[in-house]
């Protein structure tokens, strides 16, 4: 696999050194090319090779020594699929040129054959040569980091923060004009927030090894602000309980039960732990269960809240527009192009604000799509399906499944605009841009003939 590292580390995949490694003698790495004629030297090389002469007879020429990336391609190849005999190859290697300007690149090699045999100290060993030689090497120091932590010694654990703390230190100062071109700001955004927040908890995780409670729950505190985790939550709690504060406890395993399995990758603690967790503490300071729902209900709402404060934190789309009609709404297909209320002065546009949550929002879609064909062929009638969802990460799987009527655009603001309060809200603007027609939750009756009046009503109004 090819390894891809963001610029701010918010996909840390070591590379497969075998792509690298079997470069062709010319490669970008900046080895030297193999020498058309051996060099004239006083000790001749391994291979006996003569002395060199001012112009030697091509029919008489010795054959050259290989060159060291040839060498090296010959040593990756002969292993095969086998990463015992790779390792054992580049070391060998290594012995013979150790200033070899590959060595990062081995190094690498090295530390993904040895973490697929679970030798996790030869691989921090390898992580840590890459820093010695590159100590901008942000990837290896993420990994020296997440291998240290595991290690029992106070020794491990500090170089483990120190690690850490640099990364967190360098995340802070990324330059988002430095992402891939290919990459979003959004995406460059989100990525970084929540690598920041992996190294908090993991620097917390390290403090708490370190029986440094406050440093941890200033850690753990600062990753969950950063991004609402369940693994922040747990320790957070796991730390409370320690120091007999049951009600704070309590109200930290509960926000990681409301958010436990969400994540994929954090699979450190289940709902079925953190329910006997919760329950038994609350039995064992109330007597009963009474009140744990509400416990529950007011966490949901939390995180909810901290979640949708870190989005607008990370990308404003349409900051500071207060004209509905001056704002840009983006395509969910990222190949069309952006709508801008605007550009549509003259015509009447039909706005549908729906979610992939929303059920009456599947119903009420036959009834748009009757309004639409009604009016197919107009040009002066526009049919925007607006998603206002708060994850816009599962829109596209969704729509693989439903079909929902109309260009379909992100709200990115204009459903604050508008006032939109409840789903699904349908709004029609006339010719100027004012609204003639509104109809905020599921109201069937009627629904379809309201729209298409108010369509007709709008198209008779001169635009102003």
Same mark, same amino acid.
């Given at each position: 696999?090819?390894?891809?590292?963001?610029?701010? &580390?918010?996909?840390?995949? &070591?590379?497969?050194?075998?792509?690298?490694?079997?470069?062709?003698?010319?490669?970008?790495?900046?080895?030297?090319?193999?020498?058309?004629?051996?060099?004239? #030297?006083?000790?001749?090389?391994?291979?006996?090779?003569?002395?060199?002469?001012?112009?030697?007879?091509?029919?008489?020429?010795?054959?050259?020594?290989?060159?060291?990336?040839?060498?090296?391609?010959?040593?990756?190849?002969?292993?095969?699929?086998?990463?015992?005999?790779?390792? #054992?190859?580049?070391?060998?290697?290594?012995?013979?040129?150790?200033?070899?300007?590959?060595?990062?690149?081995?190094?690498?090699?090295?530390?993904?054959?040895?973490?697929?045999?679970?030798?996790?100290?030869?691989?921090?060993?390898?992580?840590?040569?890459?820093?010695?030689?590159?100590?901008?090497?942000?990837?290896?120091?993420?990994?020296?980091?997440?291998?240290?932590?595991?290690?029992?010694?106070?020794?491990?654990?500090?170089?483990?923060?120190?690690?850490?703390?640099?990364?967190?230190?360098?995340?802070?100062?990324?330059?988002?004009?430095?992402?891939?071109?290919?990459?979003?700001?959004?995406?460059?955004?989100?990525?970084?927030?929540?690598?920041?927040?992996? &190294?908090?908890?993991?620097?917390?995780?390290?403090?708490?090894?370190? /029986?440094?409670?406050?440093?941890?729950? #200033?850690?753990?505190?600062?990753?969950?602000?950063?991004?609402?985790?369940?693994?922040?939550?747990?320790?957070?709690?796991?730390?409370?309980?320690?120091?007999?504060?049951?009600?704070?406890?309590?109200?930290?395993?509960?926000?990681?039960?409301?958010?436990?399995?969400?994540?994929?990758?954090?699979?450190?603690?289940?709902?079925?732990?953190?329910?006997?967790?919760?329950?038994?503490?609350?039995?064992?300071? /109330?007597?009963?269960?009474?009140?744990?729902?509400?416990?529950?209900?007011?966490?949901?709402?939390?995180?909810?809240?901290?979640?949708?404060?870190?989005?607008?934190?990370?990308?404003?789309?349409?900051?500071?527009?207060?004209?509905?009609?001056?704002?840009?709404?983006?395509?969910?297909?990222?190949?069309?192009?952006?709508? #801008?209320?605007?550009?549509?002065?003259?015509?009447?546009?039909?706005?549908?604000?729906?979610?992939?949550?929303?059920?009456?929002?599947?119903?009420?879609?036959?009834?748009?799509?009757?309004?639409?064909?009604?009016?197919?062929?107009?040009?002066?009638?526009?049919?925007?399906?607006?998603?206002?969802?708060?994850?816009?990460?599962?829109?596209?799987?969704?729509?693989?499944?439903?079909?929902?009527?109309?260009?379909?655009?992100?709200?990115?603001?204009?459903? /604050?605009?508008?006032? !939109?309060?409840?789903?699904?809200? !349908?709004?029609?603007?006339?010719?100027?841009?004012?609204?003639?027609?509104?109809?905020?939750?599921?109201?069937?009756?009627?629904?379809?003939?309201?729209?298409?009046?108010?369509?007709?009503?709008?198209?008779?109004?001169?635009?102003?």
């Amino acid at each position: 696999m090819k390894s891809r590292i963001f610029t701010l &580390l918010c996909c840390l995949t &070591l590379p497969a050194a075998g792509i690298s490694l079997a470069a062709p003698p010319q490669s970008p790495t900046g080895a030297a090319p193999a020498k058309s004629a051996p060099a004239p #030297k006083k000790t001749a090389p391994a291979q006996a090779t003569p002395k060199a002469k001012s112009a030697p007879a091509p029919a008489e020429a010795p054959a050259a020594a290989p060159d060291a990336d040839a060498e090296l391609q010959a040593t990756v190849q002969q292993a095969g699929q086998d990463p015992v005999a790779l390792a #054992k190859n580049l070391e060998a290697y290594l012995v013979k040129y150790p200033d070899t300007p590959r060595r990062a690149a081995i190094y690498r090699a090295l530390i993904q054959t040895e973490m697929q045999q679970q030798h996790q100290k030869q691989a921090l060993d390898y992580a840590e040569k890459i820093i010695a030689i590159q100590p901008d090497d942000s990837q290896s120091m993420y990994l020296a980091a997440s291998i240290l932590e595991t290690m029992p010694d106070d020794t491990s654990q500090l170089r483990a923060i120190d690690y850490d703390t640099r990364l967190i230190e360098r995340v802070g100062k990324a330059d988002p004009e430095s992402r891939p071109q290919q990459m979003t700001l959004e995406d460059w955004q989100s990525g970084r927030i929540k690598f920041t927040m992996n &190294l908090y908890v993991l620097r917390g995780r390290m403090q708490r090894n370190l /029986h440094k409670n406050d440093d941890a729950v #200033k850690d753990f505190t600062e990753g969950f602000r950063l991004l609402p985790n369940s693994a922040a939550a747990v320790n957070l709690g796991e730390i409370a309980e320690e120091q007999k504060h049951a009600d704070e406890a309590i109200r930290q395993y509960a926000a990681a039960f409301m958010m436990a399995g969400q994540d994929p990758e954090d699979n450190s603690v289940t709902r079925d732990t953190l329910r006997l967790k919760m329950g038994n503490l609350w039995h064992f300071t /109330h007597d009963s269960n009474s009140g744990l729902g509400d416990i529950w209900l007011s966490a949901f709402d939390k995180n909810k809240t901290l979640s949708a404060s870190e989005k607008l934190d990370a990308v404003a789309y349409n900051k500071d527009v207060t004209d509905p009609l001056q704002f840009s709404m983006r395509p969910v297909d990222s190949k069309a192009s952006a709508v #801008k209320l605007a550009d549509s002065h003259g015509k009447i546009v039909v706005l549908n604000f729906w979610t992939t949550w929303c059920a009456y929002c599947r119903t009420m879609q036959p009834m748009l799509a009757g309004v639409r064909e009604k009016f197919a062929g107009r040009d002066d009638v526009l049919f925007l399906a607006v998603n206002a969802d708060e994850e816009q990460a599962g829109v596209g799987a969704f729509l693989q499944t439903q079909k929902v009527d109309g260009t379909l655009l992100f709200a990115d603001g204009v459903d /604050h605009a508008l006032h !939109v309060e409840s789903i699904p809200t !349908v709004i029609v603007l006339d010719r100027a841009g004012k609204v003639a027609y509104r109809t905020q939750g599921f109201a069937p009756d009627n629904f379809a003939d309201a729209v298409s009046a108010a369509i007709a009503k709008s198209s008779s109004a001169p635009a102003q």
